[in-house]
């Protein structure tokens, strides 16, 4: 009896890093950088071990190992996009420009239109631009390393933010007069979500399933994949900056007190630094973030690396419906790991009474 309950003990212990709740978001930076200029916008590699940061001066590449990175002057870009491997950055400003991993110039797509918004497909297989003609313009790479246009749009107003999902399989596109636009991968308008606010930022989940859109007078909403307000929530008095991990388990919102990280279910992750946040940045896998204040960007761990990822099948078995009227969101995974703590308690109590 002994053993069997024994071995019972070790199988339940097991069982518990896979389903363990989350850590506390890091309090402590992994790495900090300052830069020459206003940070205006910042992109993380898959895992954060590698930022691109836009300021009103330089784009620059740095290695959070703090081994060299690359710097160029900014070119009055506004806007960046990375590749999840970092090998493509992609900037907006005067013209629409990509770099490869060394700071090189990779291409070059000059319309006479200044690029307000931009973005790159996680993979780098596709990169989009907005322009202040009321148009927008989508490319896919071709066999001689650089980019041909496939589609171009028009818009109701000037593109002033963009994300692009895997393959370049959904666009998100914000315009000046508070439009989410949602577009196919050929171009098909899907919808329009009216936000009455002239400043907008967005960021997609990697398979387009969720966008998150920054609005005025802080306010962020998260829409599913048809254009369904799932919720909407105020974190502050002014323009949020907003991003989401691939998968979709993190949100992190800059704002007035630095930044806020909320699960897909609009759990509360915790809060990092504090302070005005005026760009903000999750890796694709939602273990670290970078946050972005006047001429300085630290790197922070968000805690949730041990988070259970939610499968396709836990959320079909798990969801929770939402009271907005869209699609489930995926019930919390984290919480299975509370359920094996009384089985846990009572073996233990058994092994206990039998020595």
């Known amino acids: 009896m002994r053993v069997t309950l024994s071995i019972l003990f070790l199988l339940l212990l097991s069982a518990l890093p896979t389903l363990a709740a989350a850590a506390a978001p890091g309090e402590i930076p992994l790495c900090e950088v300052t830069v020459p200029g206003e940070i205006k916008e910042i992109a993380l590699n898959t895992d954060g071990t590698g930022m691109a940061v836009l300021s009103d001066q330089t784009l620059s590449w740095h290695n959070s190992d703090e081994t060299p990175g690359w710097e160029v002057p900014a070119n009055n870009a506004e806007t960046i996009g990375v590749s999840e491997d970092g090998s493509l950055l992609v900037s907006g400003g005067a013209d629409l420009r990509t770099y490869d991993r060394d700071?090189?110039?990779?291409f070059r797509f000059d319309t006479g239109y200044f690029a307000l918004g931009t973005a790159v497909s996680p993979e780098g297989s596709c990169i989009a631009a907005g322009f202040d003609n009321k148009?927008?313009?989508?490319?896919?790479?071709?066999?001689?390393?650089?980019?041909?246009?496939?589609?171009?749009?028009?818009?109701?107003?000037?593109?002033?933010?963009?994300?692009?999902?895997?393959?370049?399989?959904?666009?998100?596109?914000?315009?000046r007069d508070g439009m989410v636009n949602s577009y196919t991968g050929d171009g098909r308008l899907l919808w329009r979500y009216d936000t009455g606010s002239e400043r907008l930022t967005c960021a997609v989940t990697g398979d387009g399933s969720y966008v998150v859109v920054g609005a005025d007078h802080g306010v962020v909403l998260l829409l599913n994949r048809n254009g369904i307000l799932?919720?909407?929530?105020?974190?502050?008095?002014?323009?949020?900056?907003?991003?989401?991990?691939?998968?979709?388990?993190?949100?992190?919102?800059?704002?007035?007190?630095?930044?806020v990280l909320r699960s897909l279910q609009g759990d509360d992750l915790g809060t990092i630094g504090n302070g005005s946040v005026q760009a903000v940045a999750l890796s694709a896998d939602g273990s670290r973030?970078?946050?972005?204040?006047?001429?300085?960007?630290?790197?922070?761990?968000?805690?949730?690396?041990?988070?259970?990822?939610?499968?396709?099948a836990a959320a079909s078995t798990t969801a929770g419906?939402?009271?907005?009227?869209?699609?489930?969101?995926?019930?919390?995974?984290q919480q299975a790991g509370l359920s094996v703590l009384p089985a846990l308690a009572a073996v233990a109590l058994l092994l206990g009474g039998r020595r």
């Open 321 to 333: 419906t939402d009271t907005t009227g869209g699609e489930p969101v995926p019930a919390r995974t």
């Open 135 to 175: 148009s927008l313009t989508v490319f896919r790479a071709d066999t001689q390393d650089g980019f041909e246009p496939v589609w171009t749009a028009g818009t109701t107003e000037d593109v002033i933010s963009m994300a692009l999902a895997d393959n370049g399989s959904h666009l998100a596109a914000c315009t």
């Open 103 to 106: 700071g090189g110039r990779a």
């Open 289 to 312: 973030v970078a946050a972005g204040q006047g001429e300085h960007l630290a790197l922070f761990s968000t805690g949730t690396d041990e988070i259970m990822p939610v499968t396709a």
């Open 230 to 259: 799932i919720r909407e929530e105020v974190v502050g008095e002014r323009l949020p900056a907003v991003s989401i991990s691939a998968d979709g388990s993190v949100v992190a919102i800059g704002g007035d007190d630095g930044v």
